[in-house]
Every structure is written in C-alpha cells, then in structure tokens.
C-alpha cells in the first residue's frame, strides 16, 4: 500500500511539474485514503483476546468492516451485527432485546447501546411485517369464508347436476387456494428473515 503511494506521488510530481498546491493538495488526499485503507478492516467478531470478547450472544461470530486501529469500534459495530440478527417480534422490543441477544453486554456500555439500536430497529420491522402478514391471512380467510359459503349456497340450491357440480368444483377451489396462501406465508416468514417466526 505505501509503495503504491509513493509511486502515485511521484508521478503526479512529475505530471504537475511542481505545482506546489496541487502536489499539496493531492498529498493530502493520498494520505487520507492511505490511513482509511489501512485502518478500515474485514474483522471477525470471535473471541479475540484485543478486543474481548465479541462474539454474538447466540455465538455467531459475524464478519465486519471496522476500524482495527489502536482506537477501533470493532466492539461496537459487532455488538450493533449481533444486534441486528434478533428473532424479537413483539410490543415491548427493548425488553426482549435486552433480555435477549443483548443481554451479555455490560449496562452502561456502547456496545449494549449498540446492540439495544440494531435490535430494537430489526424488531419494529419484523413486527410491521407480521402485521402484514396477518391482515393478509385474515383477508385470504375472509374471502374463502365467502367464496365457500357463496358455493356452498349454489350448491344446495342447484336444481341441476352441472350446476353441484360447478359448486363443487368451486368449494374444493376454495379449500385449494386456502392451503396455498397458508403455504405462501410460511415460506415468506421463513426467507424474510429465517428466525422470525410471526406469533399467530
């Protein structure tokens, strides 16, 4: 990286023919984006013996981008990844969340505050999407209680075998869509997230 640098300033050195406050100028800048390169990390959050203890409190060890330097959050932003991975679904989020996947974190600490943040944002969001869900499920159940009792009425009224049959044909479509709206939402509750599981 430093010798990469080196190389850049020189050419531009010999480019710019000495302009003083250009060569300052982009001195600077190299320099910065040097110190950013080189401060700014992939880190796993384990168990390293720098920073403590960071895995998560379900022991995921997640990785990363953080400042590894002597004055680095690593801490913090693992806390904040930890954090972020909650299965809380519910009214009280920071309740759960302290008493949950925070709950290792010293209190007062950045890295519970950290963690505290990410959690309660991901569980606000998860509920937002159960509540969805659920207005779809009772909407989904609402239209089948319509169509089968609407098909159920034909059926006992049909004065003629093709018009049972058509009613038929429309209770056993009702009880068909029903079984794959309930598929559907518990594939999207599955791969929405993976550990949330909407309390209906």
Partial sequence: MLISIIIMKTIIIMKM????????AIS????????????FES?????????????????RTPTVMCDTGPTGNCPVICAAECGSATGCITEYCKSCCAAGICK??????DELNACLSSCVGTCEVNAQF?????????????????MLTINGFKWMTADDASGR???????YYVFIGLALVIIAFALVNYLYIGKVTCPF
């Fill in 17 to 24: 023919k000495f302009n003083t406050k250009k060569w300052l």
């Fill in 28 to 39: 600077m800048i190299l320099f910065a984006i040097g110190n950013v390169s080189a401060v």
């Fill in 43 to 59: 880190y796993v959050c384990d168990d390293g013996t720098s920073s403590g203890n960071n895995k998560c409190g379900d022991g």
């Fill in 104 to 109: 290792k974190y010293p209190d007062p600490s």
């Fill in 130 to 146: 159960c509540e969805i869900i659920l207005i779809l499920q009772s909407v989904a159940v609402g239209m089948a209680a319509l």
């Fill in 165 to 171: 049959t058509d009613a038929k044909r429309g209770v």
